[in-house]
């Protein structure tokens, strides 16, 4: 795709911010999917723009700054976003843009530093410790990070710089858009407290509402509450964890091969559906392109889940742990239809489903062995050649029959 460049770098880090003992960079792309259409329509620089489905009824993928101002954000339904910005401009996605840029700017960390680990296609940590000597300080390499990335691929960058990674990744938030802040070793407390307590890992919805209740709503708040109180009120583990983290203790080492906790795709209808049928299709459907993302990557998963979301926002996800390991789409489909059966919601309305594989390993450490008289079903040899069909002619060389009858129904209907 196009590169342009754009000009400014943003805010730099104040002058003598001591990064002697701050490794760890947090490297975040600005509204990545927004800033990447933006190359293509330099038109709409400086105005609302929502990445998403036009006429669909899926979620904001990314937004403009300019959308943000008027409460648009990520993972939003299209229909709020588009009532709560109506003049913004609404471009569909285009993945392959995104997957383009994301390996470059990751190859980009790569000729940093071998220390890093992907978040996301738009965030990654980077341990840069044994590149000072070759590319400079913390703070230097940052900058040039952020100087490539917007040379070569027009779009800026937010970067924090510390110690850890939880204080790293909170830095590159506190300077979006387009930013660089360094946090010393001897000033990260004084960088946290002020912060409210929602900042830190693993405080959700609801435990933001039990500490509120303690009377505790900053990260220096938090700080001040005995450990074993913590611990009282939240749990052994979660309490440790939460104080550790209000004095900005985090032990966690970039890792530079972090495997795939799931594989998973989903699915929101253009209309609710509340036929049966329609959604075991479309549950055979997502356990067909899981099962194949899994055999590309090289793995085979226990756990298969569901996510069910009704027509009212409400969201119920079920799972199962299988006895073996599986990469196969026919017994994913399987357990997916008994998932959805046990939930109860077969006559009620749906707007979104999904289908994901968690507890995954490398399929070559897991051989399946037969039980005594048990015999292959096949299915695996089958998926494969199918795989390999696919790659060829493209994505609908092959199609399972029930989806091939799932669609004739549809052009009937129109």
Not at 269 to 277: K, L, M, Q, R, S
Not at 301 to 328: C, N, P, Q, W, Y
């Amino acid at each position: 795709m196009a590169r342009k460049q754009i000009t400014g770098i943003g805010p730099v880090p104040r002058t003598g911010a001591d990064d002697s003992a701050c490794p760890i960079l947090h490297v975040d792309m600005d509204a990545f999917f927004a800033s990447v259409e933006l190359i293509e329509h330099p038109e709409l620089r400086g105005k609302p723009m929502i990445v998403g489905s036009p006429a669909g009824r899926g979620v904001v993928l990314s937004a403009t700054y300019e959308a943000r101002a008027f409460g648009v954000h990520s993972a939003m339904p299209m229909t709020r976003a588009r009532r709560l910005c109506p003049q913004a401009a609404i471009i569909p996605p285009s993945h392959g843009k995104y997957s383009e840029v994301s390996k470059g700017v990751m190859e980009i960390f790569h000729a940093v530093t071998p220390l890093v680990e992907p978040i996301a296609s738009d965030e990654a940590f980077l341990d840069v410790g044994g590149a000072r000597r070759r590319l400079g300080s913390p703070a230097e390499i940052a900058a040039m990070i952020r100087s490539q990335v917007l040379e070569r691929y027009g779009i800026t960058c937010s970067v924090g710089v510390a110690g850890s990674k939880f204080v790293a990744k909170l830095a590159s938030k506190q300077c979006k858009p387009n930013g660089l802040l360094v946090v010393p070793a001897d000033e990260v407390v004084a960088f946290l407290h002020p912060l409210p307590v929602s900042a830190l890992w693993g405080v959700g919805e609801r435990t933001e509402q039990s500490l509120v209740r303690l009377g505790i709503r900053t990260v220096g708040d938090l700080a001040r509450v005995p450990v074993n109180t913590l611990q009282r009120e939240l749990g052994a583990a979660a309490g440790g964890h939460l104080a550790a983290l209000a004095w900005g203790r985090d032990e966690r080492p970039v890792s530079a091969h972090v495997p795939d906790k799931s594989i998973g795709n989903e699915e929101t209808f253009a209309t609710d559906v509340d036929d049966p049928e329609t959604i075991r299709r479309e549950l055979l459907r997502l356990s067909e392109k899981v099962a194949a993302r899994m055999r590309k990557a090289g793995y085979v998963g226990r756990t298969v889940s569901v996510k069910l979301r009704r027509a009212d926002f409400t969201t119920i996800t079920r799972s199962r742990t299988l006895r073996e390991a599986t990469d196969i789409a026919q017994e994913i489909y399987a357990t997916a239809c008994e998932l959805f059966a046990a939930a109860g919601l077969e006559r009620v309305r749906l707007r979104l489903v999904g289908v994901r594989m968690e507890n995954l390993r490398p399929a070559e450490d897991s051989a399946r062995q037969l039980s005594l008289g048990e015999r292959e079903t096949g299915w695996r040899e089958a998926e494969q050649a199918m795989d390999r069909a696919i790659r060829r002619f493209g994505p609908d060389a092959v199609v399972p029959a029930s989806l091939v009858r799932g669609r004739l129904d549809e052009m009937d209907e129109k």
